[in-house]
């Protein structure tokens, strides 16, 4: 029986979402060779500090360095495409605002770095490091994320590939298209790790995707978890309460539990540099909304305007709201040249923005039902303003995971998980200086 | 498009997650109720004429103007309370017998929205407060202790005149009855003759006690389920009111388990509650069998289908402002309104039962919120957290 009806939430609340991935999860991942100038962010984070080692006017080939790590946490940057370097300055990144840039005129041709193969496990984690692979939650370097993890000892090892927000289908094309690589790398990434579970969590409603994987992981010390995807499925607290029937402590990490949930995009690109020898210097993002004609996933090179997305895949309507990432959770921003990033996995154009105007709270309790982690945000919401919480509030404070299902549902549109993210830095910053 | 217009100018420079939101809001949410309201007041005035629709409009215009005239005088914010108030007037209006004299409807909105809302700030259903405020003020009223009333024949529904009335003590349902000339016909309302019943006011048959309950008193089965009988406006026709209610539930405006509970606590308790009979008190008696037949059961079923329960079950006990969050919550807000309107139908001495349990489990909304909160997750439960102290 739950082979035809899948499985059950594994977690109270959450919510089936129109996932608006019909017409997307079928069309393949095609690449976007750059055509204009890049302008690649030399750093992954502002505070991970790196060093430009090229100067304007220097030809580049594609995969060679362009700043050097100055940290022992941070990544070099390396060259996305063949050509000219024109300009070194700052570019903005939906993430991180501004962060130092150099641009690069591609030239057409596509010279690399010659490929050196080869590399034993102790080396894997500085493979991964002079690659540039990221992690996008947490959002740190891939080899910090690892050290960290050999560190506190982890037994599990989680490959999140849930992608329950609307419209993201980049991990899926990486399922549907390469299967065999990413179970070679989520191997190699779990004997690194020296884990005794690796899981690759996949939503059943994929049903050909998870027996193909299913095949692909005969003999080998991979399991596939299928599970059902309500809204926040992906979140690796949900992922471990749904895979493991493990809780996380409030306000703790997956790590707390000798578990690390590692996003699908890390795989792929940890594929790219550990099997292929390729750096980071490109995106798969699934470039999606009304605004646009060619909705699809896109190989993307780091650096590539928005703008310049936007007129290769063709406007229909001028743009009142980019989204950088989901819909529930992504960073809108209105900033005209901003570049895609190698952590980002979808961009959103939509020609019109939701019209939001907040009325009191009509007790629907909607927000309650549907809250993943069980708190009452519209009780917390009131916080924001309420000197003294009770250690009952701060602990709700502290457990909310920020999916925003709580704004998502609620019918006076008040800004609920605004909110309560507001009154958690409040409360933090005051119990900081009391401390 | 030209490169340069990509992005309107009006694009805001940043905005907070979630950047899509679900469909329902707030005014879907009120409209369907008002349309609910509206259909079962339409389904009144089949039944009791048009004046039904005046009495709604009284009510609604004097609650309105009475909230209009605060939200004026104090300047405050208005946005979405004003849909609330309509509502809340229909409502009110939905609760009151159609031949009451027409200040009744005025005072009963009034009250509704100054009380009710203005002052007791809509945690106790506003309606329900103006209503039982308007029983006590006019309490030799007779129209507002439904004793019984006329009910327009099928031939005349919506344009009937209700005082062409006949009486009869021949009467085997609403739809064949032959009028002879007569427009409606008087009759008693269920629940009152109910009342009677567990009062030990209607006599015996020799040995059988719910036959002549059921055969001479009340109403046919039909005409109870369909609204040809006497009681509020919005009261009767359980129809109508099954009808809105299923709508309400399928937009998932309402929690089906509140009237589900609310409905199954009633039966549970009139089926085990005695029955003051001649011989004394009966517990039990929905296992009653009278010649052959199972009247204990017809008794109870009767007892879910008159008076105010259904309308209390689908539009009142529902409203979101005065009712618990969460489905448990609403389970066993449920479970009290069902029970409490039972007993007090049963041994009171108050009219509008339903209201006055609807009114009782408001109080308790906030305590049931407390007892019914999820646990968060990451936390220990509670008793493993005593264990492990
Ligand atoms: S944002 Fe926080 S409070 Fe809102 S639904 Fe998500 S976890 Fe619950
Ligand atoms: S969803 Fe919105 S309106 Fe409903 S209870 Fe929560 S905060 Fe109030």
């Known amino acids: 029986m739950k082979h035809i009806l899948g499985p059950r939430s594994a977690f109270d609340g959450g919510l089936f979402l129109p996932d608006r991935k019909s017409l997307l999860a079928r069309r393949p991942i095609q690449t976007l060779h750059p055509d204009g100038p890049l302008q690649v962010p030399l750093t992954v984070r502002a505070d991970l500090r790196t060093e430009c080692i090229v100067d304007v006017g220097d030809t580049v080939v594609r995969g060679q360095a362009l700043a050097r790590a100055l940290q022992s946490d941070a990544i070099n940057a390396h060259a996305p495409a063949a050509g000219k370097v024109t300009a070194i300055g700052r570019v903005w990144t939906a993430n991180d605002g501004f962060l130092p840039s150099v641009t690069i005129e591609p030239d057409g041709t596509d010279q690399r770095t010659p490929r050196h193969q080869g590399w034993d496990e102790e080396s894997l984690i500085t493979q991964l490091a002079e690659h540039g692979v990221m992690c996008s939650e947490p959002r740190a370097p891939l080899h910090v994320v690892m050290r960290k993890a050999i560190e506190s000892g982890v037994t599990t090892l989680i490959v999140n590939a849930m992608e329950t927000e609307p419209y993201l289908c980049s991990d899926l094309r990486t399922l549907v298209e390469h299967p065999s690589r990413t179970i070679d790398a989520i191997c190699d990434l779990a004997d690194a790790l020296c884990v005794s579970n690796a899981i690759l969590a996949v939503p059943f409603r994929h049903r050909r995707v998870v027996r193909r994987l299913r095949r692909e992981v005969v003999g080998r010390h991979v399991t596939i978890e299928a599970l059902a995807n309500p809204y926040p499925q992906c979140h690796p607290v949900m992922l471990t309460k749904a895979v493991l029937d493990i809780e996380v402590p409030v306000g703790g990490s997956p790590l707390d539990c000798s578990v690390v949930v590692l996003p699908l995009g890390s795989v792929r690109q940890a594929a790219d540099a550990l099997l292929a020898d390729e750096p980071v210097t490109d995106a798969l993002i699934t470039v999606a909304g009304d605004a646009i004609e060619h909705i699809g996933t896109y190989r993307v090179a780091v650096g590539t305007p928005f703008s310049d997305l936007a007129r290769r895949l063709d406007i229909r309507a001028p743009v009142r709201q980019v989204v950088v990432g989901g819909p529930l959770t992504g960073v809108a921003m209105g900033y005209r040249d901003a570049v895609v990033t190698s952590t980002m996995n979808g961009l959103l154009y939509f020609a019109h923005r939701e019209d939001v105007r907040p009325v009191p709270c009509i007790r629907c309790g909607w927000c309650i039902e549907d809250c993943p982690v069980g708190i009452d945000p519209q009780a917390l919401m009131k916080l924001e303003i309420v000197d003294q919480p009770s250690s009952q509030s701060a602990t709700d404070l502290k457990a909310c995971i920020e999916c925003g299902l709580c704004s998502h549902v609620c019918p006076s549109r008040l800004p609920v998980a605004e909110s309560i993210y507001r009154a958690r830095v409040r409360v933090h910053s005051r119990t900081g200086d009391a401390s | 498009m030209p490169i340069k217009s990509w992005l309107a100018v009006d694009a805001p420079l940043r905005s907070d997650a979630p950047h899509r939101r679900a469909g329902g809001t707030h005014r879907h949410i009120l409209r369907t109720w008002m349309l609910a309201g509206a259909l079962v007041g339409v389904s009144g005035a089949a ?187 919005g009261e009767t026709s359980l129809t109508m009111i099954l009808i809105v209610g299923f709508f309400l539930i399928y937009r998932g405006y309402l929690k089906w388990q509140l009237p589900a509970s609310i409905f199954l606590a009633a039966f549970v308790t009139v089926a085990i509650l005695p029955v003051g009979l001649a011989d004394g008190y009966r517990w039990f008696p929905v296992f009653a069998v009278e010649n052959g037949r199972a009247v204990g059961l017809a008794y109870c079923v009767y007892h879910l289908a008159a008076g105010q329960l259904g309308l209390v079950a689908f539009l009142i006990a529902g409203d979101m402002h005065s009712s618990p969050m969460r489905v448990q919550g609403q389970i066993l807000f449920g479970i009290g309104i069902g029970s409490i309107t039972i007993f007090m139908r049963l041994y009171g001495v108050v009219e509008c039962e339903a209201y006055w349990a609807v009114l009782i489990m408001n109080t308790a909304a906030t305590s049931i919120d407390r007892l019914t909160r999820r646990r968060t997750l990451g936390t220990q439960p509670p008793r493993e957290q005593a264990a492990l102290a």
């Open chain 2, 47 to 233: 039944f009791h004429g048009w004046r039904a629709l005046l009495i709604l409009a009284l009510t609604v215009v004097s609650t309105f103007a009475v909230d209009l005239s605060f939200v004026l005088a104090t300047r405050r914010a208005s946005s979405g309370r004003l849909s609330r108030t309509f509502l809340v007037g229909l409502i009110a209006g939905l609760t009151l017998p159609v031949d009451v004299e027409l200040y009744v409807p005025v005072v009963c909105g009034a009250l509704s929205a100054f009380v009710g809302n203005i002052i007791f700030g809509g945690w106790l259903h506003p309606a329900l407060v103006g209503r039982v405020l308007v029983q006590f003020i006019f309490l030799n009223h007779a129209s507002l202790a439904v004793m019984g009333g006329a009910v327009l024949l099928p031939a005349y529904i919506f344009t009937g005149d209700a005082t062409a009335s006949v009486s009869t003590r021949y009467y085997d349902g609403w739809l064949d009855f032959e009028g002879e000339g007569a427009q409606a016909i008087e009759l008693q309302s269920p629940q009152r003759a109910l009342r009677a019943f567990a009062e030990g006011k209607i006599p015996p048959d020799g040995d059988d006690y719910f036959e002549p309950l059921l055969r001479d008193v009340l109403p046919p089965w039909p005409d109870a389920v369909l609204g040809a009988v006497p009681g509020g406006i």
